[in-house]
């Protein structure tokens, strides 16, 4: 059974948790992100609101999908590495 949330009943520490999963995805690192109040939250220093959170996860989200892409386009260069050194060889 797959459960769907409404954000109205998202819990701030889930909104964390899930922005900290598609941050670190695509810098690497942990933002620093507190609930503040009701809906506010600072990210990173920034005061931020709820819906501004639920947009730059999915910003994040697409873009460490379009890294990942990237990623799987450029062949590994030990790969490359050893290819040109059996040629050479040849």
Known sequence: MQHQHDGATL?????????QRAYRRVYNRDAQ???LFAEWY???GEIVHRVTLFGEITRLRELAKQQEQQRRAV???TMIQ????KLRGV
Request: net charge positive.
């Open 11 to 19: 819990t701030p520490q889930h909104i964390i948790d899930t922005f």
């Open 33 to 35: 992100v507190v609930h």
């Open 42 to 44: 600072r990210v990173n």
């Open 75 to 77: 062949p590994d260069r």
């Open 82 to 85: 050893r290819l040109i050194a």
